[in-house]
């Protein structure tokens, strides 16, 4: 399975931007799949995911209300819209397939495959 994202740049405070992360392989459509973070000298951090079916979304407390995690499983693809970004979500995404397919898991050990990650910078 390989995973590319992309969809990153820079933007103002109160902005939005929509990351998408096409996947391919044969079983990528069964897996899990999330979006996480990681800004410079931090640790990679959750930030959204949806189950197989696209189905309970679940989110970090820090971007709820705010992202929103889909997928479109006929294409293969993930998507994360970021609206009303401010500058605490800098940080380069990633998305991430789990083989914990039924359910949404948010800790990084359970994601087996990982996109190379895009930038996201947000001005204030």
């Known amino acids: 399975v390989q995973l590319q994202a992309f969809g990153g740049g820079l933007v103002q405070a109160g902005g939005f931007l929509r990351l998408s992360c096409a996947a391919s392989g044969r079983t990528s459509t069964s897996y899990t799949m999330g979006w996480f973070r990681q800004a410079p000298g931090k640790e990679r951090e959750f930030v959204g995911a949806v189950n197989r079916g696209g189905q309970s979304p679940s989110y970090s407390d820090s971007v709820k209300g705010r992202f929103t995690v889909s997928r479109d499983n006929a294409k293969a693809v993930i998507y994360l819209q970021m609206n009303k970004l401010i500058p605490e979500d800098t940080a380069v995404y990633y998305c991430?397939?789990?083989?914990?397919?039924?359910?949404?898991?948010?800790?990084?050990?359970?994601?087996?495959?990982w996109g190379q990650g895009t930038e996201v910078t947000v001005s204030s």
């Open positions: 991430g397939l789990s083989p914990v397919g039924n359910v949404v898991v948010s800790a990084t050990h359970l994601y087996r495959y």
